[in-house]
């Protein structure tokens, strides 16, 4: 399991979901995920190319939600970190 | 929340002869609302055999008195079986399912508010050959946010009918009603996606919604703006709180004139009923046997109605999933997910329904934990016992001014020690026995919604009736059965005083276990017939002690004042919320988990649990 420490990395450009602030917009690239968890992400609206919005989290940071084609997913940290932006 | 399907499970297979309609879509695109509206009062809820998902079946009348069954399919996003859920709409819309009909026709409803994305799922649905109708749900709300669909357009991509529908208003069902009045063709040829490519579905969905014109509504301001107070880093856990406190003072002292007016409606009724036969043995068993022992439960209809009144309308309003989502960093400290939380919450209700939600969560080892710990949330059945005791030992006074009382307190109290137990006991399994990785969590955010009041009042009606049902059959019996082993054996053709019966026999053979718990023979003879069901103790005390001519006169809270010391009451209160005294429960969880080994250990961990809670409550309180 990758650990959420990622978030921390001094990084220029945001790399996953993760590190999108709140409001701001990424294009997702790939998906990390075991090929279920994927498929599941993707039937949800998580495809590669689309737009992700970060919205708003739960207190404490996590699990965050992020809108994608129309809906409003919520997803863990660790799971975030796996979703690779573009 | 669905109710208590366990309680009358069995199948309930659809006439083979008769013309079956199956409602398909993905979740929260009203589709158990259009079930509603169509179905009204003529619908019945069981289980499939052999898997955890519920069967809704009901019937929709036509024109000349025709009639059509209806099948609520579980809320999917695609047919690619990977859940029980998908595994169960699969199997039934290809006719694979067991002793179970292929229905003639499929109403597949989707969100129109979110069109492009959910006709993904009408690929795999018109794949399937089966006469279809399209029906886009939520036309007031796509009009008023300023989007549009051409409806004949898409009919034309699809080759099948299309309606554009609100369920909640009632509004556009004419092509519906038409389209289940006939039997409808097949789909037209239309060029259909490779079902497996997931991005080619989305595609063909995104061309399919283009060429239909589809104009998607303005982004939904209010859901935004509501997201921002009740996920504030601040505000969003004290609302949280205050939902949950709101929801256990509310059902305390709202529910109060209710449960006194039906009281005095049972008491009323019993003495006019008394009054008119002779007094006779017959007379006794009816009035102090039946009528008392289900009466008893009767009272706590209001109450019981009320709390899934409220779950309902969390559920139904889009509060609930924002309520898992504040939950899961704490589910997550114990091992368990965000997604546990409304099982959880619904076994605040009941258990068994509680454990049948637990399918949702797809990491088999967090469901075995869930189900595992969800009957140790206080579940209705539990507040008669509750309310009984409290009534009877603690005095009523205002706490926090008005605003909570020292009843809901102790009641709040009960509630978090149930809860303190449940989540122990998680921490427990997810470090031992059912210790797993993290499972992704994933939850759709449905947007705020006004609850459907008709939906709502369906369901109220549907667990009026499982719970009435229960006092009918399960409180009857074990009232009836009682009221005859505390008259038999029969002394000069007479009943011997109750401490000579058989109850009273079966009471003092157990008094010896229970005298360290501060429990006497005649509680004894309560904690063996609630092994049926919880509240049937109640019901149990109330024909003891009516039967007991000291105690008639002083009703059921002031004998038990006489019989038990404050330490024994809180023993009682403790051993009732630890105890898994439930048979529906235990038999959900053995047809849940597939046999007998975790339902046992449940048991018997409970009841150790129990015991010693109860012997250290009745030593430190003395």
Known sequence: MLQLNVKRLPIAKPSSLLDLGQGEQGILDRLDLPAAVSRRLMELGFLPGSPVVAARSAPGGDPRVFRVDGAEIALRGETAARLMLR | ?622
């Not at chain 2, 069954?69 to 579980?74: C, M, R, V, W």
């Not at chain 2, 009408?122 to 089966?130: F, K, N, R, S």
């Not at chain 2, 122990?424 to 449905?446: I, W, Y």
């Open chain 2, 1 to 622: 929340m669905s109710g208590c399907q366990g309680c009358n499970s069995g199948a309930v297979a659809a006439h083979p002869e008769a013309h079956a309609v199956a409602i398909v879509g993905p979740p929260n695109s009203g589709k158990s609302t259009l079930f509603n509206r169509l179905t009204g009062l003529r619908q019945k809820v069981a289980n499939y055999p052999g898997v955890t998902v519920e069967q809704r079946l009901g019937r929709a009348r036509l024109e000349k008195g025709r009639e059509v069954t209806l099948i609520d399919l579980p809320g999917i996003y695609s047919l690619a079986p990977r859940s029980e859920d998908e595994q169960v709409a699969h199997d039934i819309l290809s006719g694979a399912m067991r002793d179970f009909p292929r229905p003639d026709a499929v109403l597949l409803i989707l969100d129109s508010t979110n069109l492009s994305r959910q006709l993904m799922l009408a690929a795999p649905i018109l794949a399937l050959g089966l006469p279809s109708m399209v029906v886009l749900n939520m036309a007031d709300e796509l009009r008023s946010r300023g989007g549009e669909v051409d409806v004949e357009a898409l009919s034309r991509q699809l080759g099948a009918p299309v309606a554009l529908i609100s369920a909640m208003r009632g509004e556009g069902l004419e092509p519906v009603y038409r389209f289940l009045g006939e039997r409808g063709a097949a789909p037209g040829p239309v060029e259909l996606p490779v079902l497996d490519d997931v991005p080619r579905c989305r595609e063909w969905a995104a061309r399919i919604g283009q060429r239909a014109a589809y104009q998607a509504p303005a982004p939904r301001l209010w859901t935004r703006r509501l997201d921002a107070v009740f996920l504030h880093p601040v505000w969003g856990p004290l609302i949280f709180g205050a939902v949950v406190v709101a929801v256990f003072q509310s059902i305390f002292s709202w529910a109060r004139p209710l449960m006194e007016g039906v009281q005095s409606l049972v008491t009323r009724s019993g003495a006019w009923a008394g009054s008119l036969l002779p007094d006779s043995v017959l007379r006794s068993l009816l009035i102090e046997g039946v009528w008392s022992g289900v009466g008893s439960v009767l009272v706590f209809l209001p109450q019981i109605l009320l709390l899934f009144l409220f779950i309902g309308i969390l559920e139904d309003s889009g509060y609930l999933a924002r309520a898992a989502l504040i939950a899961d960093r704490t589910m997550a400290r114990v091992g368990l997910q965000g997604k546990s939380f409304i099982p959880l919450l619904s076994a605040y209700a009941c258990a068994v329904p509680a454990i049948l939600a637990t399918r949702t969560i797809e990491n088999k080892r967090d469901r075995i934990a869930t189900i595992l710990i969800a009957p140790l949330m206080t579940c209705s059945a539990r507040l008669p016992v509750y309310t009984l005791v409290i009534a009877a030992f603690l005095p009523e006074r205002p706490l926090v001014g008005p605003l909570l009382g020292t009843r809901a307190a102790a009641m709040l109290g009960l509630y978090l020690l149930g809860f303190l137990a449940a989540f122990g006991t998680a921490r427990l399994l997810k470090s031992s026995v059912l210790k797993s990785e993290r499972a992704p969590f994933v939850l759709e955010m449905p947007p705020y919604r006004r609850p459907a009041w008709r939906s709502l009042g369906l369901r109220l009606l549907d667990r009026s009736k499982v719970f009435l049902w229960r006092a009918g059959t399960v409180i009857l019996g074990v009232a009836v059965a009682l009221w005859i082993l505390a008259h038999l054996p029969l002394r000069d053709g007479k009943a011997p005083p109750i401490e000579q019966s058989f109850a009273g026999s079966l009471g003092r053979a157990i008094e010896p276990v229970i005298q360290p718990l501060g429990f006497n023979w005649k509680i004894g003879v309560g904690l063996v017939t609630s092994l049926a069901a919880r509240e049937v103790i109640v019901g149990t005390l109330g024909a003891i002690y009516g039967m007991d001519p000291d105690a008639r006169s002083l009703g059921l809270q002031r004998a038990l004042r006489k019989d038990l010391t404050p330490g024994g009451a809180v023993a009682l209160l403790v051993f009732f919320a630890f105890a898994m005294q439930c048979m529906s429960t235990v038999a959900v969880v053995r047809r849940e988990t597939g046999g007998w080994k975790w339902p046992l250990i449940q048991f018997a961990y409970m009841g150790a649990l129990a015991y010693s809670g109860a012997f250290l409550a009745n030593h430190l309180v003395g």
